[in-house]
């Protein structure tokens, strides 16, 4: 009975990718003694706490089947905008900032949502318009301009380097990331709605015979995703104390990886949430690790690409041999 | 399932290669943002005749950028004071693709000049060619087109002085000895890459120099996140550290953010080139400060020499041979000069230092 257990816990995606990371890490780890530092780790979550909240949100999507390739243009807009409003009203408390961020994303996601579900448009097109449309929007709604940290109150400013949220224990970001995760699980786990997600994923046919109204949950989950990716916007800001148009330009794809490295099936319905936070967890460690021991910025994206494709494979044989066992279980 | 499995890693694949493939440019659908600016000069006093109804054009690296918006001001506010028609034109990213397009639009609209902040060197000569074949003025300033593209470049500071500049800067504010690393934009930036190497011959040159030492070059690529954990890695490294020097806008920005957050301003300074408004915060001469101060030349003065160049130029005052001379409006004069490349230059000046003292007001310029 252990036994099957043991084997049952070290075929799980996310043991393996846990294994993977400690080894990832004690590999940067015995080559420079300042990665594993408490102060590094830190500034290694913080510097990455909008790539996870993107992911979770970015993983929502995938379980449907579908992309959201937009999610860094949202980010640069809601962002934009509230920074903008922040300028204009040197008095606009953090709460109000990151709101407006939230609201204006997950309009633009909600439109994203009906452009898909209602107009059928696929998603990889929807997206990609959004994407040019929201980047325009984001020069113009600026004006062509920066907005510049002298620009941006000190509360807003001091939010992404204070530990209040949590009372003192972690940094404002990294509480946040770590929230979103926590209530993302339960959701996806433990209600009827993120049940409703994997079935639409699994087998969208079968989940509309069954009563499953598809195109809301389409909707939802686009709309989520705009959310997540409007208050990374608000946290952008806020950590980097400006902003500028083409923040987070690219991000997306390096959201797409965390999910992949973490085992979300781009075909649907496969996919968790602790997976997620380690695949973004891996793009962390890749970003900060590797230039503390010496890999130059141009090693960096080939690596990045390189560990992605042996993710998957791994994956891929993993899952193989997980469905070869369930299957001759059958046969007995 | 089989099918479906290679479906999948097919994709994954796919999209891996994307991610490689885009890891560095942003590959952007070339759309582009085009004002024109058609406004009537309303009886301007100092019009000259001549150049009534002509059409002057600048076209910039990309659009969203305050310090490409600045230089187009700058040559805006000299060309209509004259009474000519100006078209600024800016591609929505900083690709040669769609400034050639932009050049055959102009081309296309018949204008008198069109000025260039090249997005490379080669690449735009076929249509620039075509353009000076139409009795088009061409010239470019900021960052230059090839020699045979055009007919004078406007260079903001000589590739040499602003070397000297930086490295005068890291000998002050180190104290004379000491590490110090640079934090550089992409590894395939002309101006970036001359600039160090620049800073590396002025370093040769002279004793005074010989005890610094450059320990590592890094690229953040200018993105904020990457440019971040650079700076991170600088300081995890290089824990005797003295002196960052970041000759470009986004990087030194994100430097100065990590070192005032990690606390580290008191032993590791900071200077390089920077825009003064993204810069406001962080320049001053205390402990919580990084920037002692840095540099940058005015981009509105680029813009207006560009304008007054432009000017003189299709006035057929000059040819852009080298050593005709003219003036440019308040600037004063200028004599045109032999460029490294083999064609010709105009050099505005040295680069403009922003310090303590004149921070707060450079901050709400540009």
């Keep these: ?332 | 399932m089989k099918k479906r499995i290679f479906a999948i890693l097919l994709s994954i694949t796919v999209i891996s290669a994307l991610l490689v493939g885009c890891g560095k440019d942003n590959n952007k659908a070339p759309a582009s943002g085009d004002q024109t600016n058609n406004e009537d000069n309303k009886g301007n006093e100092g019009s000259d005749n001549e150049l009534k109804g002509k059409k002057l054009a600048v076209i910039v690296k990309s659009a969203g950028n305050p310090y490409n918006a600045r230089q187009s001001s700058g040559f805006k506010e000299v060309v209509e004071a004259v009474g000519a028609e100006v078209i600024v034109k800016e591609p929505e990213s900083a690709t040669a693709e769609d400034q050639i397009v932009m050049i055959n639009e102009l081309v296309a609209q018949k204008v008198d000049a069109i000025a260039i902040a090249g997005n490379d060197t080669d690449a735009l000569q076929p249509a620039l060619q075509e353009a000076m074949n139409k009795g088009i003025k061409v010239l470019s300033f900021d960052s230059a087109v090839n020699a045979q593209s055009r007919a004078v470049h406007v260079n903001q500071a000589g590739t040499e002085l602003i070397g000297q500049s930086l490295m005068e800067a890291i000998l002050d504010i180190s104290g004379g000895e000491g590490q110090f690393a640079i934090l550089s934009a992409t590894s395939q930036a002309t101006n970036q890459n001359a600039w160090i190497e620049a800073m590396q011959k002025v370093m040769e040159s002279d004793d005074k120099y010989s005890k610094l030492e450059l320990v590592d070059i890094v690229y953040g690529d200018d993105e904020y996140q990457k440019s971040v954990d650079q700076t991170q890695a600088l300081l995890s490294n290089y824990p005797d550290l003295k002196v960052i020097c970041a000759p470009t806008t986004v990087g030194i920005m994100a430097a100065a953010k990590v070192l005032e957050d990690q606390g580290v301003t008191a032993s590791v300074k900071l200077t390089g080139l920077g825009l003064p408004s993204e810069m406001g915060d962080y320049i001053g001469d205390g402990d919580d400060k990084s920037t002692p101060y840095m540099y940058l030349w005015n981009p509105i003065d680029i813009g207006r020499l560009t304008g007054y160049t432009a000017i003189a130029l299709v006035k057929g005052e000059i040819t852009g041979a080298e050593g005709e001379t003219f003036v440019a409006g308040d600037l004063g004069d200028y004599t045109i000069v032999k460029a490294e490349d083999g064609g010709t230059e105009i050099i505005l000046g040295p680069p403009f230092q922003f310090n303590p003292e004149n921070i707060d007001e450079w901050k709400e310029v540009y």
Excluded at chain 1, 51 to 59: E, N, R, S, W
Excluded at chain 1, 208 to 226: A, D
Excluded at chain 1, 271 to 280: P, Y
């Design chain 1, 1 to 332: 009975m252990d036994k099957i257990n043991l084997k049952k816990l070290i075929n799980a995606r996310e043991v393996s990718l846990f294994i993977v990371l400690i080894l990832f890490g004690i590999f940067i780890q015995l080559r420079n003694p300042a990665f594993g530092t408490p102060k590094n780790i830190n500034n290694m979550l913080i510097n990455y706490s909008t790539t996870m909240v993107l992911a979770i949100g970015m993983m929502s999507v995938l379980l449907i089947g579908g992309i959201d390739i937009s999610i860094g243009s949202i980010l640069a807009f809601a962002g934009m905008v509230s920074a903008l409003v922040i300028r204009d009203n040197p008095d606009t408390s953090v709460f109000v900032a990151i709101m407006i961020a939230v609201i204006v994303g997950g309009l633009c996601g909600l439109i994203n949502g009906l452009v898909i579900a209602k107009g059928g448009v696929p998603p990889i097109i929807a997206t990609m318009g959004s994407m040019n449309i929201l980047r325009g929007l984001t020069y113009l709604v600026a004006n062509n301009e920066w907005v510049a940290a002298y620009q941006i109150n000190e509360g807003f400013k001091k939010f992404a380097m204070s530990k209040y949220l949590s009372f003192g224990l972690i940094n404002n970001l990294i509480f946040i990331a770590f929230v979103i995760a926590l209530v993302a699980y339960c959701f996806l786990k433990y209600t009827r709605l993120g049940r409703k997600i994997y079935a639409v994923g699994n087998n969208a046919q079968a989940a509309e015979i069954s009563g499953i109204n598809i195109s809301r949950i389409k909707i939802l989950v686009y709309t989520l995703m705009g959310i997540l990716a409007g208050l990374s916007g608000a946290l952008w800001v806020s950590l980097y104390a400006s902003a500028q148009g083409d923040m987070g330009m690219g991000i997306e794809m390096d959201v797409i990886a965390a999910c992949v490295i973490g085992g979300v099936s781009l075909a649907g319905g496969r996919g968790s949430v602790v997976g997620v936070l380690l695949g973004a967890i891996t793009i962390a460690m890749l970003g900060n690790g590797l230039p503390l021991i010496g890999v130059s910025q141009f090693s960096l994206d080939a690596i990045k690409g390189a560990i992605i494709v042996l993710t998957v494979i791994l994956n891929v044989l993993l899952q193989r041999q997980k469905l070869k066992n369930s299957l001759r279980r059958r046969e007995i």
